[in-house]
């Protein structure tokens, strides 16, 4: 369950926004909110069931986005190969005189502003 929480919340943050209206608040107050079925029914003036089916919609249309979309996944390789390069330039920098060394520092800096 909280696996599912996790990627429901991280592909909720990324493609909400296409989901509608009904769906992204439903998600919202079950994910976010942690409110059950039953208090987010009361709370939209709607059938469990209904909260319950736009749930079921809405995740499986997150899931399709990033099947296609690939951002998560992307952002993921990303973070992975920078902090390979920062394990590099740590190891390089040992080498370097104290000058070179602030190349390498501009480079990290460069780098922490691509993976925020």
């Known amino acids: ?5 996790l990627d429901n919340n991280e592909r909720l943050a990324i493609y909400g926004s296409l989901l509608s209206e009904r769906q992204r608040q439903v998600m919202i107050e079950y994910f976010w909110y942690d409110l059950s079925l039953n208090e ?5 003036n709607i ?3 209904a909260v319950s089916d736009n749930i079921k919609r809405a995740e499986l249309h997150l899931e399709e986005m990033e ?3 690939q951002l998560i996944s992307k952002r993921e390789h990303l973070r992975e190969v920078v902090s390979k390069i920062f394990c590099q330039l740590d190891s390089l920098e040992k080498k370097l005189s104290p000058d070179d060394t ?3 520092e501009k480079i990290k800096k ?6 925020l």
């Open 1 to 5: 369950m909280l696996e599912r929480t």
């Open 40 to 44: 987010i029914a009361e709370k939209m």
């Open 47 to 49: 059938s469990k069931q």
């Open 67 to 69: 099947n296609v979309l």
């Open 102 to 104: 602030i190349i390498v």
């Open 110 to 115: 460069s780098l922490k502003e691509v993976t």
